[in-house]
């Protein structure tokens, strides 16, 4: 469950009324909630009324749905805000169709609210809208719409967020990237063809999401196209493809993973480095320090250490000593956990 900083500093004596109602909103939107889950739970003792007992009806509540739509027509926009977020803790469809027109509010976090609370409820209605919202001028209202079509998990997202990595810069791992990649990696089958046809984009920020995303899918179908995408002429491509074959684990890419050991490719070892160390292959330690050496990061030495094969321990610990970092031994129970050497994928 997200959270939302309603009081971001400090607060004018004007708008301090708003900011408790929207607290009270808040909070009686998850007790109702949360009253409706503690329903399913309990399992009270039937008892068998007297025959001569009336039926009794509980006083209607106030419905907090139609509370929460109105509230997003009002003036304050931190109201509206709270109103949105609000309505996707409660998940009802009826919410819908004001969210959808509430991505078009003229303040932008009450649109990013709308488009998060959207992939909470996860109406298919909502997907044409929020594919609409991957061209929002704010970032963050782009990264939640691009969330919330993952949660939706409707085919009908895929191509438009291929295309709005175009849009961003998305070579490392920006909020941008994350939210595209794991919004493909979510919709899953249906977005693996059309990220196959991603890795021949001319774009190399295309191709670097595609091969990530179907990394994360481990979809059999990716297998040889990604094989195909290790000579990619770009660099940072080769390296996120042969991360990618080494987190599906097919064992098409054992041989070709393999060969870029052989040819001293560091910058694919490096990117493979948990494949090399599963497969435990013999002949590949030395290949695997020289690219620790060469494009080693933290998690990497970190994985060496613990990998239980003596060569990669010393070479962890010299890179850390020659990148300022300080080795810490913790007591704990016996194992040193952790991806081992020859272990398998």
């Known amino acids: 469950m997200k959270t939302m900083s309603i009081i971001r500093g400090w607060v004018s004596p004007g708008t301090f009324a708003t900011v408790c109602i929207a607290l009270l909103i808040l909070v009686l939107t998850a007790?109702?909630?949360?009253?409706?889950?503690?329903?399913?739970?309990e399992s009270p003792t039937p008892t068998r009324p007297e025959a001569t007992e009336e039926p009794t009806q509980s006083p209607r509540r106030p419905d907090q749905v139609e509370n929460l739509i109105a509230a997003l027509q009002d003036e304050d926009p931190r109201l509206r805000e709270t109103a949105a977020s609000g309505l996707g803790l409660l998940g009802d469809a009826r919410a819908v169709e004001a969210l959808i027109a509430a991505l078009e509010?003229?303040?932008?976090?009450?649109?990013?609210?709308?488009?998060?609370?959207l992939g909470e409820i996860g109406d298919a209605g909502a997907v044409e809208p929020l594919i609409v919202a991957l061209?929002?001028?704010a970032s963050d209202v782009r990264e939640e719409a691009a969330g919330a079509l993952g949660e939706i998990g409707d085919a009908r997202a895929v191509e438009a967020l291929i295309a709005a990595i175009e849009i961003e810069d998305v070579r490392f791992e920006t909020h941008a990237q994350k939210a595209l990649r794991e919004a493909l990696g979510e919709i899953g089958d249906a977005a693996v063809e059309p990220l196959i046809a991603a890795l021949q984009d001319e774009d190399p920020q295309v191709r670097w999401v595609a091969a990530s995303a179907l990394g994360e899918i481990r979809d059999a179908r990716a297998v040889e196209p990604l094989i195909a995408a290790l000579q990619d002429e770009d660099s940072d491509v080769r390296k996120m493809t042969a991360r990618a074959l080494g987190e599906i684990g097919d064992a098409?890419?054992?041989?070709?993973?393999?060969?870029?050991?052989?040819?001293?490719?560091?910058?694919v070892v490096a990117a493979a480095y948990r494949f090399f160390i599963a497969r435990g292959e013999p002949g590949t330690e030395s290949t695997l320090i020289d690219a620790l050496n060469a494009h080693g990061t933290r998690p990497m030495a970190e994985t060496f250490l613990k990998c239980?094969?003596?060569?990669l321990e010393e070479a962890a610990r010299e890179w850390a000593s020659s990148h300022g970092y300080e080795i810490i031994s913790i007591a704990g129970p016996g194992g040193g956990g952790g991806l081992q050497w020859g272990s398998g994928q």
């Open 31 to 41: 007790a109702c909630a949360q009253e409706g889950e503690e329903a399913l739970t």
């Open 105 to 117: 509010d003229e303040d932008w976090e009450v649109r990013l609210e709308a488009a998060g609370a």
């Open 135 to 137: 061209q929002d001028e």
């Open 252 to 267: 098409r890419a054992v041989e070709p993973l393999l060969a870029a050991s052989r040819n001293g490719d560091l910058e």
């Open 308 to 311: 239980g094969l003596s060569q």
